[in-house]
Each structure stands twice: as structure tokens, then as C-alpha cells.
């Protein structure tokens, strides 16, 4: 059975940092692109970017609304899916879920990790 | 990359069919057949409903049905069920690495 657990989420205050982390279990984790989505009650479901299998270039992309300040790593040795947030914003304020992808589709995802940015 | 646009609401009582429709642009939905729909229970995670376009995963439903004509696509319950309340959602590729979900709609069953 595929698990993702996602760990780390908390209250930050505007500006400040926070590092979520997944960890994957039931599959073959280098083998899988992985996924950061986002849920906010007035906005739904975003999706925040990607981390494709080292066999596929290893490519990482995100979401316009995040890039220059979220950073997706992976260490597939570990099976950990890593996204590091930082200059957060009260908009950034979501349920963040980690989520596997094959052909694009989100296939398997965590229970989320709930990120609270409020002063 | 804007959202892609589904109606906020729909219902329908036990036994009958609902369609759901999400539309985008040549970009993303009329573009490529990497659209997708999640079931979402209140308190859950989504869940994976039909996959590029028209595919069901194991395990769903064949009362689930996913279709697409030109820059809208489309998925259909027949014969609703209680456990069918929920919250659907769409996705679809942008291109460039890029993906972009619905804006939701939230079904009723009378």
C-alpha cells in the first residue's frame, strides 16, 4: 500500500521559514515523480510544483505564485520528499499535500500538512 | 496560469446522472489528454477519480465516467449514490511542467 506522510507544518509569522517534509513507503520512491499541491478553503486545490525521477532528468518546476521562494529536494536514499519555504505570505496559508504523479495524474496522496502564516 | 472553471455547485437525487463540466483554454485542457478528476470528502484528501480524460483507476466506480470536447471536459455519475456527496475537482496539464486544477464544484445528493 503507497503511504505519503507529510511532517513539519506549523504557524510561522509573515517573512519567516518553514521546511515540509514526506516520506514514501508501498512503492518505488526514485522511481516516482512527486508532487507538492496546496488546499485553501476560498482558493481549493493549487498545485505548487514538481520533482521528476533521476532517470527523467531530475527536473524540479514550480508554480508561478511560489518560484524564487519554495525549494522541492528529494533523497530518494531516504525516501524524503523536502519543500522549503521561505519569505512566506498570509496567502501561503494552506493545507500542503504531498502527491505522486503518473501520467498526469495525482495518483496517491498524503493526509497534508497544515502551514499557517499569520503574525 | 488560471484556474480552470467549474460550475461551484450541483445535485441530483439517488439513481439519477450529473454531469460536471471544467473548462479551460487550448493550454492546458484542449491541449493535452492529461485531464483529471478527484473526489474530495469533507476532512479527506483527494482521491483520484478518472485519469487522462477518460481512464478509471482501479477500485472506482464504473458509474464514473470522464470525457472531453475541445477546451471543456466533462465527468459524469450515473446512478448517484449518498457517499457520492462530496467535492469534485479537476486537473489538467499546462505544458512546460506545469499543471492546473479546477475551481471545484460541490455536489448534493437530494
Known amino acids: 500500500e503507497v503511504q505519503l506522510v507529510e511532517a513539519g507544518g506549523g504557524l510561522v509569522m509573515p517573512g519567516g521559514s518553514l521546511r515540509l517534509s514526506c516520506g514514501g513507503s508501498?512503492?518505488?520512491?526514485?522511481?516516482?515523480?512527486l508532487n507538492w499541491v496546496r488546499q485553501t478553503p476560498d482558493k481549493g486545490l493549487e498545485w505548487v510544483g514538481l520533482?521528476?525521477?533521476?532517470?527523467?532528468?531530475?527536473?524540479?518546476d514550480y508554480a508561478a505564485p511560489v518560484k524564487g521562494r519554495f525549494t522541492i529536494s528529494r533523497d530518494d536514499s531516504k525516501n524524503m520528499l523536502y519543500l522549503q519555504m521561505n519569505s512566506l505570505r498570509t496567502e501561503d496559508t494552506a493545507i500542503y499535500y504531498c502527491?505522486?504523479?503518473?501520467?498526469?495524474?495525482?495518483?496517491?496522496w498524503g493526509q497534508g500538512a497544515l502551514v499557517t502564516v499569520s503574525s | 496560469q488560471s484556474a480552470l472553471t467549474q460550475p461551484p455547485s450541483a445535485s441530483g437525487s439517488p439513481g439519477q446522472s450529473v454531469t460536471f463540466s471544467c473548462a479551460g483554454t487550448?493550454?492546458?485542457?484542449?491541449?493535452?489528454?492529461?485531464v483529471s478528476w478527484y473526489q474530495q470528502h469533507p476532512g479527506k484528501a483527494p482521491k483520484l477519480m478518472i485519469s487522462?480524460?477518460?481512464k478509471r483507476p482501479s477500485g472506482v466506480p464504473d458509474r464514473f465516467s470522464g470525457s472531453k470536447s475541445g477546451n471543456t471536459a466533462s465527468l459524469t455519475v450515473s446512478g448517484l449514490q449518498a457517499e457520492d456527496e462530496a467535492d469534485y475537482y479537476c486537473?489538467?496539464?499546462?505544458?512546460?511542467?506545469?499543471?492546473?486544477f479546477g475551481t471545484g464544484t460541490q455536489l448534493t445528493v437530494l
Open positions: 508501498g512503492f518505488i520512491f526514485n522511481d516516482a515523480w
Open positions: 520533482s521528476k525521477r533521476k532517470t527523467d532528468g531530475g527536473t524540479i
Open positions: 502527491v505522486t504523479e503518473l501520467r498526469g495524474s495525482f495518483d496517491n
Open positions: 486537473s489538467s496539464y499546462a505544458g512546460n511542467n506545469k499543471y492546473v
Open positions: 487550448s493550454s492546458d485542457v484542449g491541449g493535452f489528454n492529461y
Open positions: 487522462e480524460v477518460t
